[in-house]
């Protein structure tokens, strides 16, 4: 078993770096010998896609230059990185209601036709199908179901969106809430997003 674990926090001592490691530590619990890959998406920033990146990706694959492919090596790499895994979790903070650059930029990088997603008659269909997907978050504020402010959450949205796109339809969403560095409710909140993360690693 594998597991791909991605952080894309501009923070190093984050709530969601917090999140996903614990996560991981649960997971390695409940799969002695299991295979463990980090993706830091703040540590390492990948490049933005370009002119050259998006011609090469809807070029003829068998006829990419040398030059075309070495425009799509950290692509390739990164979705071989995805497929080999069996779960990945991913680490989130809500930045300006949405994802930090440095996730959007690696989704830019994974969601490619004829690798991740192809059209057929039925229109677009993911490839990147039977994988568990976990996404925790973590917010200054809450958006929860109901709540006021839960139309302003456009993460959790986008996220489940692109994810399904690509075929990734079992997602399960862990958002710890209100983390604002002193706000009385960042303990519980984080304490309730650790419990959930429990029951999560060991299904
Ligand atoms: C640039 C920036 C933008 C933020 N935007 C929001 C926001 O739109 N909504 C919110 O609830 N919190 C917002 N926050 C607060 C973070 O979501 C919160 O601090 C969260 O814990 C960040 O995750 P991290 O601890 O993993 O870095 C923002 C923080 C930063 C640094």
Redesign the pocket.
């Known amino acids: 078993m594998r597991l791909l674990q991605i952080d894309s926090?501009?923070?190093l001592s984050?709530?969601?770096?917090e999140l996903t490691a614990q996560f991981t530590e649960e997971w390695k619990r409940e799969n002695p010998g299991g295979e463990v890959v980090v993706r830091d998406l703040a540590k390492t920033p990948l490049p933005l896609i370009t002119d050259e990146w998006t011609y090469a990706v809807h070029s003829d694959p068998s006829k990419l230059t040398p030059e075309q492919r070495e425009v799509l090596a950290i692509s390739d790499t990164l979705i071989a990185e995805l497929f080999a895994a069996d779960t990945v979790v991913i680490?989130v903070?809500?930045?300006?209601?949405s994802l930090p650059w440095t996730l959007k930029a690696w989704i830019d990088q994974v969601v490619r036709i004829g690798k991740t997603f192809a059209y057929d008659a039925n229109g677009p269909q993911g490839l990147f199908t039977g994988k568990k997907i976990v996404i925790i978050t973590?917010?200054?504020?809450s958006y929860a179901a109901g709540s006021p402010r839960a139309q302003a959450d456009f993460q959790e949205p986008y996220l489940r969106h692109i994810l399904g796109f690509i075929g990734a339809i079992d997602n399960t969403f862990i958002h710890a809430e209100n983390?604002r560095p002193g706000g009385e409710l960042a303990a519980p909140s984080k304490t309730a997003a650790l419990e959930q993360i429990h029951l999560v690693a060991a299904q």
Do not use: H, I, L, T
């Not at 973590?138 to 504020?141: A, C, D, I, T, V």
């Open positions: 926090s501009a923070r984050s709530v969601s770096r680490g903070p809500m930045y300006n209601f973590s917010r200054g504020g983390q």
